[in-house]
């Protein structure tokens, strides 16, 4: 096994599946399925998530929300979307806790980077919602933040493609894929892999991203043990 604590950072959008808003049950099911296999494996398990199947705060920016507001609603959206990954991760039998960047008692734990160490030691799978707690900062900059907080040994980007690309490779045909890039190469390229901020966080903490595709069943597995897939940006 090549990673043994991961942080998995999931984006909200990819909860709604072929629908237009909210949790896709299949879906659902199918990534905490994976998570389960790989909890199963002994990797330790972290995971984050975000909230735009159900807000965005920018959205809300453009119809009128003050920022501040907007990107509260945004986070307490990640909350929901984390107790339907615990829920669904618990049906499958696996242990789980809850953490959150907000306090949102009794739902969830405010999140405590000592604790989540000693859960995930004690084989459960951890969930950090609420983004960082604070406005004008986004869930890539959280998982960033909770991947160096809790020692992960690589921060696993599940998107919908199989990593990251010269272009948009659903709209650029021609578009080819790197298996590998330093944090320095992806800045002079201009590659849109996390924002600023997450992708800094990352680079200065010696924290490797791994983007891939998490649609694609058996993924999870395939990284964890050590198989070359999606691209790797690492110092």
Known sequence: MKYKRILLKLSGEAL?????????????????????QVADMGAQVAIVI???NIFRGMQGVATGFDRVQGDYMGMMATVINSMALQAELEKLGAKVTLFSGLRVEPV??????KKAIRCLNEGHVVIVAGGTGNPYFTTDSASALRAIEIQADVLLKGTRVDGVYTADPEKDPQATKYDALTFN??????????????????????????????????????????ESIGTLVSN
Do not use: W
């Not at 969830?108 to 980077?113: G, I, Q, V, W």
């Open 16 to 36: 709604m599946g072929s629908q237009q808003y909210g949790i896709d049950p299949v879906v659902l099911h199918n990534y905490c399925k994976e998570v389960k």
């Open 50 to 52: 975000g909230g735009g």
């Open 108 to 113: 969830t734990e405010l999140m405590n980077s």
């Open 185 to 226: 190469e992806a800045y002079e390229k201009s590659l849109k892999i996390m924002d600023m901020t997450a992708f800094t966080l990352c680079k200065e903490n010696d924290m490797p991203i791994l983007v891939f595709d998490m649609n694609t069943q058996g993924n999870l597995v395939r990284l964890v043990k050590g």
